[in-house]
């Protein structure tokens, strides 16, 4: 019976023992401790991230980062991270979370964990007011670009594979979302496809004044947090700071401040709870 007792007793200390290390290895410990947190963000692709006139990080996503930071009693590190880079900087443990409007698809969830979505773009095509294009299914046989990495670079590639190729359409990866605006700009592609925010905040800008939207491109674009793959107590905290941020009202103002007052995208798909 002691002998049962004691087997038990050394299990019970084993588990515990690996609970705590479990909970050392996540991030959220680390934040709270050090007081500092690490946010991947696209600072080249406006309004969700840019730099303002002052060379200062802002934008949508970046305004996330620091509400996320207060929210935690830590103080904000914006670590510019280009599209490509977004989950091998997060893998890496270069940052502590990635807040980069990145789709949560099921090949990236086989890498890195996702929040619900806490942000949505309703994509549309963008093309110059010379190319004649009026319409999605114009793409057929156009020159695309995308930036390597994103969902319109894969739903460009599906089409290509499809039975855009045979029709003519070539489609060039860049590195940028303004290197893709600056080919579009200068005809080396004739249309692309972006967030109907990003679009308006571009017209705003007065930068491209050629560039028209020209009908929706069959891509829902939701954005989520993503944290490291087996960091659930982070993970389960970054859930519940994307629900606060929407039921207090603070998505709602940080939305129409950076993407303007129409209306408010949902953050669920018909019928589907995340």
């Known amino acids: 019976m002691k002998t049962i007792i004691k087997a038990l007793a050394v299990t019970a200390l084993v588990a515990f023992a690996g609970t705590g290390q479990a909970n050392a290895q996540s991030a959220l410990d680390t934040i709270v401790q050090s ?39 830590a103080e904000p590190e914006i670590v510019e991270t280009p599209s490509p880079d977004r989950i091998p900087a997060l893998v890496s443990n270069r940052i502590d979370v990635l807040i980069a409007s990145t789709t949560p698809t099921s090949a990236r969830a086989l890498t890195v964990a996702f929040t619900q979505p806490y942000t949505n773009n309703i994509m549309t095509v963008v093309t110059r007011k010379d190319t004649g294009i009026t319409q999605y299914s114009d793409l057929a046989s156009r020159k695309l670009g995308g930036v390597v990495g994103t969902t319109p670079e894969q739903l460009f590639k599906e089409e290509l594979a499809k039975g855009w190729q045979a029709s003519g359409a070539t489609y060039t990866g860049y590195a940028s979302d303004a290197e893709s605006y600056l080919a579009l700009q200068q005809g080396k592609v004739d249309a692309i496809v972006i967030a109907v925010g990003v679009f308006n905040a571009l017209s705003q800008s007065g930068q491209f004044p050629e560039f028209v939207t020209s009908g ?14 087996d960091d659930q107590q982070f993970l389960n905290w970054a859930r519940v700071f994307v629900f606060n941020q929407v039921a207090s009202g603070r998505w709602a103002e940080v939305y129409k401040k950076y993407y303007g007052d129409g209306p408010l995208p949902p953050l669920t798909a018909e019928g589907i709870n995340f």
């Open 35 to 73: 007081k500092k947190l690490r946010c991947g963000i696209m600072l080249d692709s406006p309004p969700a991230g840019f730099r303002d006139a002052s060379n200062e990080p802002d934008g949508y996503d970046v305004t996330y980062c620091k509400d996320m930071a207060k929210a935690l009693g």
């Open 216 to 229: 929706f491109a069959p891509l829902p674009d939701f954005g989520s947090i993503a944290v490291r793959r």
